[in-house]
């Protein structure tokens, strides 16, 4: 689908977004309501235990680790925590919910009334078309800049549920259920600690839906909830969107779209979705409430469902637990220990240390990065906080992202990278001999100065020596030395290079160029 | 046959009698297959034998004690096993077609406890489906007689765990009480049945009903014998978050039958209950008078809501069993269909097949009153009467150690005679509210109604976590009245 086809359709319709994200809280270890491991994969049916398997008899404990993560959820986005909460039973027959009824959260969430606010910026402002083009402003607090604009997704609810096992479709194609003859159940995965977020319809576009999902769930790396891999499932993002005539205010029918595993289907898929309601506007037809899957392959959404089932979840309080009650003192104790969050990180960045936007939201964009950043900072001095940052983001970024690992993991440490800085900084080795230093100490562990000192690469600055070599190469290279004097000083690059390798590259380049000029002028 | 009789000895002077020497534990799980063997043909209490549990339980009592070692609290004790708890090496039917053939992964807490004191586990014992029931005329497997007289009912559900203590099959048994399940076939069966306070005994493992209102409590022919028991079974388990931290005391040691100063009071306004017979309104006045004659201040009180209790729980215990009884979906166990057309069809008719009627009606029944648009009418409704049932006993409590009521409108019935769901609920008008409410209760043996030669109930019901008080109280009245619990029948036959 040609991007023309929803900014044309967006020209004529308001698309009305609201997501629904569950994320698992990985960091929780052990299940929602037992003490099997939470993980991904694995022999089928090999974590469960009497209570994920439903089995006669078994009964729930709620893991308060789970509920711990959650009100930080809450209070990293806003959210009001509430003092009184409890878990109610979701009740319908599938076959990947053990006990026929799934323990979640109904009208006492844990945290509701959140916002988190938004940047778009780049091509995706297009879609804004009611914002007309370039510096914008939008919504209460929002600051217009690089020709983006902020706006504020309002947050209805978090609130805590086990997830279900999972289906295997055999006999049918690409698994889907259609078409299968059996289907086989691992219930590993039934009972993981899942959050579930509910965003308010305050989202216009397939781009603001992404970004929201990604302000989410840099929000939940920075906290360490959960590892939110689109891909394994941890997080899992489904939209509900609708379409109304640019000036109306009463909603359209809505779908509800499934099954997209990366932020770009959320936005493809979004954005599929209005254009095919307003094809069939357009075409005098009408939108059906239904659920649509998303199809990355085809590029498409299909119906799961011909006809909605009106479900009767019977919702009633779990009375396998006693409802819990919380302190305020408790919830300031854990607004406490809330790790900074990825935009005031990046803020800080900026005003502190004066980097690029761009640069400070890479820096700031995980927790571990941000910590190695200010680690290296303090070690090597607020002034030399861009160096830091250009070595991060150039050959630290490189060298994890090569060897798969972390950047908390690296053999280079805040205290390395720094001590390799002032190297630099302090003359005593070259920009060029940094990086190759670099390398070794990436590979060794080992110390710069140390690597500097065992492989005698100590820069030279004493101008008596340079002048020894510089003497040596404008003699042997009379010709060129005629061409400089005569107005071509661009050859001075050949000279550098001349007395760079006659120094084995340990020339101060400052101080060879400065040599050069003076004995050639 | 073994020269032991089990009727005449109780679980203090077997395990009293196991540490002396005096027999073995290996004798005592023979003296009670004996009397199974030579009763429970006609009783039918026991759905499933577990010899090779029992004897293994024994050996290592009998080794234990020859080795000098010291010996658990029942060591030896003959103990039988309601089927909606799990045990390992056992089947769990819960008397229903649904789980005719699961076989336990894991074991109860309370069950646990029983045989880690030493008990020995005879058997799983006959119930009415899914505890669905006051007579065990629900049992898939046919319905459990009274040993009172094999005519009637034992009462249900747990009318298994009542007839095996009755008939001196065992010494003890464990029952489940929902809404008097416990409570009223010992009144029907001349036993004593405890239902301990809402948290107090773990319910990790018993097979949920109403998971509100479920607890598991012991039979026994004596109020010594269930304290012995409850001592046993209760406390704190990680595997229950809804039991209770509060201290288990040693209840067996304060029964010194003294209720001086006790404040006993006499419920009043629901002894004129309808189908409440005249000879049960005047045990209890009797009981009163005993009471007072023992010393304790007995004055009247009265609970105004208690009477709608049997319409609340009717919405609140269907509405909690239609959701913990979905998971029989025959999808991982249980029955199953096995040409079923699709999931649904799957669904409808392995519960269809597996659940009998009395289990389908409560289901319906809770699953319409927790729907959309009936929630508040039904469910809703319900909750405000059992907190006004609640506010009743708090405040009577305040004012009373123990109340006196009668266990049940009536004595044993005959098979068949309440063939309209209703009357037979009617049953547990006495016993529900205590479980709405959550508090403790027990019933003792009142005497015999002087018609049908059928024993009686008295409920002494206490405070939540008073179970000292209503074990004292019970042990007070046991002695005063001088009942012998020992049906004729089974003097008769043995």
Redesign the interface.
Known sequence: MAKDRLLDVLERYEAVIGLEIHTEITAANTKMFCGCPVAFGGEPNTRVC?VC??????????NEAAIEWTVLAGLATDCDIALWSQFH?K?Y?Y?DM????QISQYDLPFCSGGVIEVEVDGPGVAERIDLGGDAVSVGPGAVAEDGGYRTRIGITRIHLEEDTGKMVHVGGSEGRIAGATHSL?DFNRAGTPLMELVSEPDIRTPEEARRFAQKLRSIWLALGVSDCSMEEGSMRVDGNVSIRPRGATELGTKSEVKNMNSFKALHDALAYEIVRQADLLDAGEVVVQETRHWDATARRTSGLRSKEEAH?Y???PE????PFSFTPEWIEGLAAGLPELPDARRDRYMVDYALPKGDAAMLAADTATGCYFDATVDIAGADRAKQVANWMLGDLTAHVNAAGIGMGDARVTPALLAELIGLVEDGAISGKQAKQVFAEAAETGDAPGAIVEARGMKQVSDTGAIEAVVAVVLEANPAEVESYRAGKTSVIGFFVGQVMREMRGQGNPAVVNEVLRRMLG | MSALDLSSLSARQVRDGVAAGDFSARELADASYARIQALDADVHAFLQLTPALAYEAADRIDAARVAGEELPPLAGVPAGIKD???LIGTR?T?ASRM?ES?ES??D?TAVRRLLDAGALPIGKLNMDEFAFGSSTENSAFGPTRNPWSLDCVPGGSSGGSAASVAAGMVSISLGSDTGGSIRQPAALTGTVGLKPTYGRVS??????F???LDQIGPFGKTVDDAALALEAIAGED?????SAAATVEPYAAVLDGDVRGLRVGLVTDILEVEGCAAEVRQSVLDAAKMFAALGADVAEVTLPSAKHGLAAYYVIGP??AS?NL????G???GHRVDDAAD?IDL?SRSRTEGFGPETIRRIMLG?YA???GY?DAY?GQAQKARTLIIQDFRKAFEQFDVLLTPTTPEPAFRFGEKSDPYTMYLNDFYTIPVNLAGNCAISVPSGLCSESGMPLGLQIIGDHFAETTVLRAAAAYEKALGFDTTPPLVRGRV
């Not at chain 2, 319910?203 to 949920?208: E, I, K, Q």
């Not at chain 2, 990680?238 to 809804?242: E, F, G, N």
């Not at chain 2, 979905?326 to 979906?329: I, L, T, W």
Request: net charge neutral; hydrophobic share 35%.
């Open positions: 009497p398997l439903g089995l006669p008899g078994a009964l729930p404990v709620p039973r009740q027959f076959p053990p006990k026929d009824y159940v009767d019977r919702y009633f009375p396998d637990m006693v | 909606n708890m799990n769990t819960c789980l699961y992964v894991y109860c319910r990790y493992g018993v097979v949920a109403g998971s509100s990680p595997y229950d978050a809804t509405a909690e959701s979905a998971r029989f979906d999808i991982r166990y999931v669904y699953t927790l729907s959309a929630y469910y």
